[in-house]
């Protein structure tokens, strides 16, 4: 297994601390095998084997532990009775109440616990009630440029002359780290990639949240996939369904989005401004959790290259741990602003900077900030590497392999 070492270094770092470590993302984003890695650098560090309880929800064989009471006599029957017992359970959600299960185990015994979701709201009302201040979580997402360069290395032995070079592959094939794993044709990929999101949709959203009418879901889907990088409200996907002769409630087109949005399907980013420093309420950007989702599902359609683009950086930044908005300056727009512990980065992207008329658009709105932080404008020509006017113009693919934004 390879390791994640982005993820696997912060949870690391509370190790036998008396915080319930919460690790969530998008399913096969690869959680399962971070937890199992922590298991191993745990007994590495001198837990055996009777203090680690691993159960994955996911097998059959602890299909019969499906509430919170069955799993407190299961983990109690085996809690180590002189030393802390190490908890792991793998995609908890499947357990009826599994939060109260938890809050018990961390009251009632000696125990250090890690737990995966594909669900964003295991963090009900109720469990951050139970649990207020005692955890901690971790978002993980799917494969990095920089962790997809390594995978491919490690099982294809694929070693590009330049990252150039291989990004093209990375924004064909997106992140999931199953593809990586082995030579796959496109088709091959889409398919795998369609059964991801086909699993997604079916336990994480239709299941969880009691969706009746999955045709919609899956046209709400399709609409926010083919509007990847463009700003748009709930009513404008409500004014495109009356346009398709079909009347729906705004309610539920935000409910279906809140469900989307908690299965990491979406991820929906808000307007900032840049001036007044307030966040806006309206004209969000919906960006998917992997981008090869929209291939997966749509095609590839030359006309989304800049919104796949921008969906690209947007994940970087929130892998690096930036809270991410979009940046609205007077009458301009900043594709992204970073936040992150008093910093702040601004981003644009641009698929090609060859028209005069593109490079003025990309550099106007950052030449109106007068801060001292960090401006880029990423494309994917070859030809730029200017760092004039204290902007950074430089290759996509460079910017996803910088130690430091």
Same mark, same amino acid.
Request: hydrophobic share 40%; aromatic share 14%; net charge neutral.
């Given at each position: 297994m390879i390791k994640r070492s982005l993820y696997l270094n912060r949870i690391?770092?509370?190790? #036998?601390?008396?915080?319930?470590?919460i690790i969530t993302g998008i399913r096969r984003s690869g959680k399962s095998?971070?937890?199992?890695?922590?298991?191993?650098?745990?007994?590495?560090?001198?837990?055996?084997?009777?203090?680690?309880?691993?159960?994955?929800?996911?097998?059959?064989?602890?299909?019969?532990?499906?509430?919170?009471?069955?799993?407190?006599?299961?983990? &109690?029957?085996?809690?180590? $009775?002189?030393?802390?017992?190490?908890?792991?359970?793998?995609?908890?959600?499947?357990?009826?109440?599994?939060?109260? +299960?938890?809050?018990?185990?961390?009251?009632?015994? #000696?125990?250090?616990?890690?737990?995966?979701?594909?669900?964003?709201?295991?963090?009900?009302?109720?469990?951050?009630?139970?649990?207020?201040?005692? %955890?901690?979580?971790?978002?993980?997402?799917?494969?990095?440029?920089?962790?997809?360069?390594?995978?491919?290395?490690? %099982?294809?032995?694929?070693?590009? +002359?330049?990252?150039? #070079?291989?990004?093209?592959?990375?924004? &064909?094939?997106?992140?999931?780290?199953?593809?990586?794993?082995?030579?796959?044709?496109?088709?091959?990929?889409?398919?795998?990639?369609?059964?991801?999101?086909?699993?997604?949709?079916?336990?994480?959203?239709?299941?969880?949240?009691?969706?009746?009418?999955?045709?919609?879901?899956?046209?709400?889907?399709?609409?926010?996939? #083919?509007?990847?990088?463009?700003?748009?409200?709930?009513?404008?996907?409500?004014?495109?369904?009356?346009?398709?002769?079909?009347?729906?409630?705004?309610?539920?087109?935000?409910?279906?989005?809140?469900?989307?949005?908690?299965?990491?399907?979406?991820?929906?980013?808000?307007?900032?401004?840049?001036?007044?420093?307030?966040?806006?309420?309206?004209?969000? &950007?919906?960006?998917?959790?992997?981008?090869?989702?929209?291939? +997966?599902?749509?095609?590839?359609?030359?006309?989304?290259?800049?919104?796949?683009?921008?969906?690209?950086?947007?994940?970087?930044?929130?892998?690096?741990?930036?809270?991410?908005?979009?940046?609205?300056?007077?009458?301009?727009? =900043?594709?992204? =602003?970073?936040?992150?512990?008093?910093?702040?980065?601004? =981003?644009?992207?641009?698929?090609?900077?060859?028209?005069?008329?593109?490079? $003025?658009?990309? %550099? +106007?709105p950052l030449r109106k900030i007068r801060d001292n932080f960090p401006k880029?404008?990423?494309?994917?020509?070859?030809?730029?590497?200017?760092?004039?006017?204290?902007?950074?113009?430089?290759?996509?693919?460079?910017?996803?392999?910088?130690?430091?934004?």
């Amino acid at each position: 297994m390879i390791k994640r070492s982005l993820y696997l270094n912060r949870i690391l770092n509370f190790v #036998d601390k008396p915080l319930i470590k919460i690790i969530t993302g998008i399913r096969r984003s690869g959680k399962s095998v971070i937890l199992q890695q922590i298991r191993e650098e745990i007994q590495k560090q001198g837990a055996t084997d009777d203090q680690i309880i691993f159960i994955n929800f996911e097998s059959f064989a602890f299909a019969h532990i499906d509430d919170a009471r069955k799993l407190y006599d299961y983990v &109690k029957n085996r809690i180590h $009775e002189t030393n802390k017992t190490y908890l792991f359970f793998d995609e908890i959600q499947e357990v009826k109440d599994w939060e109260k +299960a938890v809050n018990a185990f961390r009251v009632d015994f #000696d125990t250090d616990i890690y737990i995966t979701g594909s669900n964003s709201r295991l963090l009900s009302s109720e469990l951050s009630s139970l649990l207020a201040g005692r %955890y901690v979580q971790f978002e993980v997402y799917t494969l990095s440029f920089r962790e997809f360069l390594f995978f491919r290395s490690q %099982y294809l032995n694929e070693k590009p +002359a330049q990252p150039q #070079d291989a990004f093209e592959t990375y924004l &064909k094939l997106g992140g999931f780290p199953v593809i990586h794993t082995a030579d796959y044709t496109p088709a091959e990929t889409y398919q795998i990639i369609y059964d991801i999101y086909s699993s997604v949709i079916l336990r994480d959203v239709v299941q969880r949240f009691n969706i009746r009418d999955i045709e919609l879901l899956e046209r709400i889907v399709a609409f926010v996939f #083919d509007n990847t990088g463009n700003t748009f409200s709930v009513k404008k996907i409500a004014d495109y369904f009356k346009s398709q002769y079909r009347k729906v409630d705004i309610s539920t087109i935000y409910n279906y989005l809140k469900a989307l949005e908690s299965s990491y399907i979406i991820h929906r980013i808000a307007r900032y401004d840049v001036q007044g420093k307030e966040i806006l309420k309206t004209y969000e &950007k919906y960006f998917t959790g992997d981008h090869s989702l929209i291939y +997966a599902l749509t095609g590839i359609k030359n006309r989304l290259i800049s919104g796949v683009l921008e969906n690209i950086v947007m994940l970087e930044l929130k892998r690096r741990g930036y809270r991410v908005f979009i940046g609205k300056l007077n009458q301009t727009k =900043v594709d992204f =602003v970073g936040e992150k512990q008093g910093k702040k980065v601004y =981003v644009q992207v641009a698929y090609k900077m060859t028209e005069k008329e593109t490079i $003025e658009r990309e %550099y +106007a709105p950052l030449r109106k900030i007068r801060d001292n932080f960090p401006k880029y404008i990423l494309t994917t020509d070859n030809i730029w590497n200017d760092q004039s006017e204290g902007i950074i113009q430089m290759h996509i693919a460079d910017f996803l392999l910088l130690d430091e934004i």
